[in-house]
């Protein structure tokens, strides 16, 4: 089992900035990819942001790229996601994930969630 626990939702005016942190423990060696994903109101779980637990490659979804980062520390366990520009529409409780497999974006295939930390930006 893998434990993920989310950091740093808040509320922020629209151009501001955030960052999220999720710390992992327990099996974390069967860890492939570490993924964000966040749910508005009314809509469907979507991807935001994907890393390799080891290595460099990373993916975003087209509507936060060149405005969000995701990066990693592996020496503590932790993925974070540098949020920058932020709009009203990026509102959404936000979720960390884990995943065994290759697929970054597709949230059927992460065996572990966070219980999600909420982001509001205010216009």
């Known amino acids: 089992q893998v434990q993920l626990v989310e950091s740093g939702g808040d509320l922020v005016q629209a151009g501001g900035s955030l960052r999220l942190s999720c710390a992992a423990s327990?099996?974390?060696?069967?860890?492939?990819?570490m993924g964000w994903f966040r749910q508005a109101p009314g809509k469907e779980r979507e991807f935001v942001a994907a890393?390799?637990?080891?290595?460099?490659?990373?993916s975003y979804a087209n509507s936060v790229k060149g405005r969000f980062a995701i990066s990693r520390d592996n020496a503590k366990n932790t993925v974070n996601l540098q949020m920058n520009s932020l709009k009203p529409e990026d509102t959404a409780v936000y979720y960390c994930?884990?995943?065994?497999?290759?697929?970054?974006?597709?949230?059927?295939?992460?065996?572990?969630w966070g219980q999600g930390t909420q982001v509001t930006v205010s216009s």
């Open positions: 994930a884990a995943s065994r497999t290759n697929s970054p974006s597709m949230p059927d295939t992460y065996n572990y």
């Open positions: 327990g099996r974390t060696f069967s860890i492939y990819t």
């Open positions: 890393i390799r637990w080891t290595g460099a490659s990373t």
